[in-house]
């Protein structure tokens, strides 16, 4: 079984990690920090946004910031095709 995850990779999906800050609905002169982090494709960022439109439709604390940072994992220059197979005892 192939992980979901290796199949986004070899899709073209990056991993992407924002970090969010955003006002305490209660008191919004202090700032909390969300981490999330999921495969994604740079530099449209579809399910950032998904994920950000959700936040601001039914999420109390408005957001202050987004800062993003993605890497794409395997590249097509990390796959090398193999010719032989030496065993060693």
């Known amino acids: 079984m192939v992980s979901r995850d290796f199949i986004c990779q070899l899709e073209g999906y990056g ?5 969010i800050l955003y006002r305490l ?14 495969y994604d494709l740079a530099p449209q960022f579809p ?30 220059a990390e796959f090398r095709a193999v010719d032989g197979e030496i065993s060693i005892h």
Do not use: C, K, M, N
């Not at 609905?25 to 999921?38: F, I, K, N, R, S």
């Open 25 to 38: 609905p209660d008191h919004p002169h202090l700032l909390q920090t969300y981490v999330w982090q999921e």
């Open 15 to 19: 991993l992407t990690t924002a970090s």
């Open 47 to 76: 399910i950032l946004h998904e994920f950000l439109d959700f936040w601001q439709r039914e999420l109390a604390g408005p957001l202050y910031s987004v800062t993003v940072s993605h890497a794409r994992l395997i590249r097509p």
